[in-house]
């Protein structure tokens, strides 16, 4: 059975940095597209990026702040975020599949979910 779990989250003010890290086992990730996904209160999961074995991926929303990497050697993927915005706050998931996707549907595997908190 494939787990994931999530760390790193946490209360951050505007224009901070947290890098979320999701570690994975009973098997190995490198077999594995890797995403992260948020929620936010009220609303639905949304995608956030994602890396295959050579390419990654990421929404507008994003694009420029946040960088996903994954270390094969260690089971690990990761999510930088950068210049992080109140609109950022969520509790961000880590997913695991075999499609490289933005669709929350295409991944078999997720997580418990890490609370990130930006507060306006």
């Known amino acids: 059975q494939v787990q994931l779990v999530e760390s790193g989250g946490g209360l951050v003010q505007a224009g901070g940095s947290l890098r979320l890290s999701c570690a994975v086992s009973g098997r190995t990730m490198s077999t594995y597209v890797m995403g992260w996904f948020r929620q936010a209160p009220g609303k639905e999961r949304e995608f956030v990026a994602t890396i295959s074995w050579s390419s990654s991926y990421y929404a507008d929303s994003v694009k420029g702040r946040f960088t996903i990497s994954r270390d094969n050697a260690k089971n690990t993927a990761y999510l930088q975020m950068n210049s992080l915005k109140p609109e950022d706050t969520a509790v961000y998931y880590c997913?695991?599949?075999?499609?490289?996707?933005?669709?929350?549907?295409?991944?078999?595997?997720w997580g418990q979910g890490t609370q990130v908190t930006v507060p306006s």
């Open positions: 997913a695991a599949g075999t499609e490289w996707s933005f669709r929350a549907s295409a991944y078999a595997y």
